[in-house]
């Protein structure tokens, strides 16, 4: 017999909303720890200046004594210190990224912020309203089937 399947119009029409292209951002968090922010900042640049974001990145510095760190409009952005480097997997990274991006994304007035979902090398960053993304993560099979969470927040 086969299995009743509990893929819903709710839920079919969540997974649609969270993949959609002008939303979602894949991108490989090994490669940021290797230097690769500024190129993801990049990469959504269309998606920040449609909400009235501009992020300006200068000055992108990794390396030995260093750690990572940018600029972004000006401010500087450490994203892991030489210190770090040694036991940091990427979390720390992740994280003050996100937070600078949902900055940027306040200060223009934007409803949406950054959630995530999987990790490691198949990372992919998703711009959701905090109202969207609680609504998401209520769903059993979003739950089930997405890791979607909030990079600024511990690990769980």
């Known amino acids: ?20 292209p002008e939303r979602m951002y894949m991108t490989d968090e ?10 993801f900042l990049e990469s959504i640049g269309p998606f920040l ?3 009235g974001v501009s992020a ?29 480097l040694a036991r940091t997997r990427g979390q720390e990274t992740l994280a003050r990224t996100s937070e600078r991006i949902n900055q940027l994304l306040l200060e223009s007035g934007a409803p949406e912020r950054t ?13 959701l309203t905090p109202e969207k993304f609680t609504e998401l993560r209520a769903m059993p099979l979003v739950r089930e089937h997405l890791n979607l969470y909030d990079p600024t927040l511990p690990v769980q």
């Open 115 to 127: 959630y995530c979902l999987y990790g490691w090398n198949e990372l992919i960053v998703v711009f």
């Open 30 to 39: 090994e490669n940021w720890i290797e230097g690769s922010v500024g190129e």
């Open 56 to 84: 300006l990145i200068t000055e992108e510095q990794i390396g030995k004594g260093n750690g990572y760190s940018l600029k972004v409009n000006g401010e500087l952005l450490v994203l892991y210190t030489e210190h770090e």
């Open 49 to 51: 200046e449609a909400r």
């Open 1 to 20: 017999a086969m299995r009743e399947s509990h893929w819903d119009e709710a839920t079919i029409a969540a997974m649609c909303y969270i993949h959609s």
